[in-house]
């Protein structure tokens, strides 16, 4: 009789139904977390733990794998070890256990800068240019809007490589390639038709009634923009920025056909970890980690607004 | 509902308000706001296409700028036509095209609809599960292949624990017969998550009243599935599936960092050719006829998507 004293639906699941439902889902999560556990787990492993079998769940934790990322290494016979002085710092012991000694350290570093510089720089460029031209197209009567908007849309489907031939090219005429400024302006082309769609969308949404008034109170269309627009945007343009972020730091095509030393950002750089005989594994998992983990603090920001990104403002929730 | 609200907002306002204000013209400033977007597209993703073009009819080659370039007419594109390597590379992109999106409305659909039953902690593990899609694509190419590892690898090892088969017997990456399978794996473990939060919307777009409807009529549960929920999201899984369509059909990143292409050239997809005949080879005018072929392809085949999409839509 309890069920009747209730509001009841039909449409809301039964309990069983539920815990059904959290036991699937939850298993699949777990599963799906799996590599990303492995490869954190990894970056803290010995070289020959990370390639011991079985795998090893439980180790002894080292970060001898971070710091085979950020330092270089050469070779000494034991002798040449004896008369070194003792080791300044944690890292130089470590690596001193592997007959080896510090040389220098490693681009890691210099990638990881460089894939910041490039990711920051086409992101304010493309939130600069895209909230204004989104503005325009949202508040404007602006001839073939329809068609301007579907030909921004459209220069993502071209595959990276078709684009990269005469970039490739027109790059080395203007003495642009491997520089951060090239690679800024190319992830700020490729990042604008993300970041116009969106922002239209979140323009759209904001009554035209506050500019309005503010334009009858005698500010000028560009204070208006300025000083009501924007700042009822700037949820949208934060969360676009993000999104333009996260692609320019991702990117690899452009990245590994267009650079290759100066300007190289992390994505091309962290295959090519090399350690002694073979692929040095926990350095490589190091650095995945490090690159990777700020990328999930950011998804999880997101998270309310990450269909609309991936959709490019098409299904808004 | 916006759109219209905001439509209808414009037309209600007296054309004259914005001429009457100081400053610059309306149209001065929507030219301002939009000509360094057009500007900058046009510099960096037009002209290179016309550039693609153009070179598409000559015999460039970008390694040797200073040799004599010869029109060839229309040689490239019938080379490219008749050249079985080609056709082999298409035939690994569709290979990988069709399986990837048929797993990926699978799982994706499958698990909107248990997230869709509310129960607790939904969010936290919606979230859990979407991470892997926002990552690197050539950074995690590059981590599953130390997963792949024949003996000492966690994907192997866990084969080996459900099978009992020898984890040194079967290599995922180096065999011809697993290496097409492998990177299906990867790009659906990576992808699933982006098909599930479009099916979600979907399912939490049909209002509750149908199915109340639905159960005074005495529909059963898989009548109404089949009549309500899978009509009503079928147009947000038509779109993940051309979302999901364009990016792999330019699948470049994580394949080649998964297998470059091999063993020989079986998982050698699109772009993977591409980019040997351009970069490797140095064939630019031959690769820029190829790179014309993509994406008129690309073009065509997601035109007839959306007008079919469109349809599905109106009804």
């Known amino acids: ?317 | 509902m916006n759109d219209s609200v905001a439509t209808r907002a414009a037309q209600a306002t007296p054309p004259g308000v914005a001429r009457r204000v100081k400053g610059l013209s309306d149209r001065a400033i929507a030219w301002i706001f939009v000509g360094p977007t057009i500007f900058l597209l046009l510099a960096i993703n037009i002209f290179p296409l016309i550039w693609t073009i153009r070179l598409s009819f000559t015999n460039f080659r970008a390694n040797r700028p200073n040799r004599e370039v010869e029109w060839v007419g229309l040689r490239n594109y019938e080379r490219i036509l008749g050249d079985s390597d080609i056709w082999l590379s298409m035939q690994a992109t569709a290979h990988f095209l069709i399986w990837t999106i048929v797993l990926q409305v699978l799982i994706g659909f499958t698990l909107a609809w248990l997230i869709n039953k509310k129960f607790r902690g939904n969010d936290l593990w919606t979230t859990i599960i979407v991470l892997p899609m926002m990552l690197s694509p050539a950074v995690v190419g590059n981590f599953w292949t130390f997963l792949y590892q024949p003996q000492i690898g966690l994907f192997n090892y866990v084969i080996t624990w459900f099978t009992g088969a020898d984890p040194s017997s079967f290599e995922m990456l180096g065999s011809v017969n697993l290496a097409p399978w492998s990177i299906i794996i990867v790009d659906t473990w990576m992808w699933t998550p982006f098909v599930m939060l479009i099916c979600l919307a979907g399912l939490r777009s049909i209002p509750d009243y149908i199915y109340e409807a639905a159960e005074i009529d005495r529909a059963s549960k898989l009548r109404q599935f089949f009549t309500i929920t899978l009509p009503m999201v079928l147009p947000f899984l038509m779109l993940a599936v051309l979302f999901r369509g364009i990016e792999n059909f330019k699948m470049f990143d994580l394949v080649v960092q998964l297998t470059g292409g091999g063993p020989g050239s079986i998982t050698e997809l699109a772009s993977i050719n591409l980019k040997r005949e351009a970069f490797e080879k140095w064939r630019t005018g031959y690769s820029s006829a190829f790179a014309i072929i993509l994406f008129v392809t690309v073009f065509g085949l997601a035109s007839i998507y959306v007008k079919a999409l469109n349809k599905v839509k109106e009804r």
């Open chain 1, 1 to 317: 009789m309890s069920g009747l004293s209730s509001a009841w639906s039909v449409t809301e699941p039964s309990s069983r139904q539920k815990w059904i439902a959290g036991i699937l889902v939850i298993g699949y999560a777990l599963i799906t977390m799996m590599p990303l556990l492995w490869v954190f787990l990894t970056g803290f492993k010995t070289p020959p733990d990370s390639i011991s079998y079985p795998p090893k769940v439980i180790f002894e934790p080292s970060v001898e794998g971070y710091v085979n990322l950020f330092t270089t290494r050469t070779r000494v016979t034991p002798s040449q070890l004896d008369a070194l002085p003792p080791p300044a710092n944690f890292a130089e012991e470590i690596v001193r256990q592997r007959d080896m000694v510090i040389a220098g350290p490693s681009k890691f570093g210099e990638r990881f800068m460089n894939s910041v510089i490039i990711g920051f720089g086409s992101t304010f460029l493309s939130i600069v240019l895209g909230t204004m031209a989104a503005y325009a197209f949202s508040r404007f009567r602006i001839p073939f809007t329809d068609d301007l908007m579907f030909f921004i849309l459209s220069t993502r489907m071209m595959p990276p490589i078709a684009v990269a031939i005469p970039i490739f090219l027109m790059y080395r005429q203007l003495g642009l390639s491997d520089t951060h400024l090239g690679m800024i302006l190319l992830y700020t082309a490729v990042n604008i038709s993300l970041a116009v769609w969106l922002l239209k969308g979140f323009i759209d949404e904001i009554p035209r009634e506050y500019e309005e008034a503010a334009l009858i109170d005698g500010y000028t269309r560009f204070q208006a923009f300025y000083k009501v627009v924007l700042p009822q945007a700037a949820t949208g343009i934060a969360s676009t920025a993000i999104f333009c972020l996260i692609f320019a730091w991702n990117e690899y095509a452009f990245a590994v056909l267009l650079t290759s030393g100066n300007a190289q950002t992390a994505p091309p750089f962290i295959p090519t970890i090399i350690g002694v005989g073979g692929l040095d594994w926990p350095a490589v998992a190091a650095g995945a980690t490090i690159f990777l983990l700020p990328v999930m603090i950011f998804t999880i920001l997101l998270r309310k607004h990450l269909l609309r990104g991936i959709t490019f403002g098409a299904v808004r929730k």
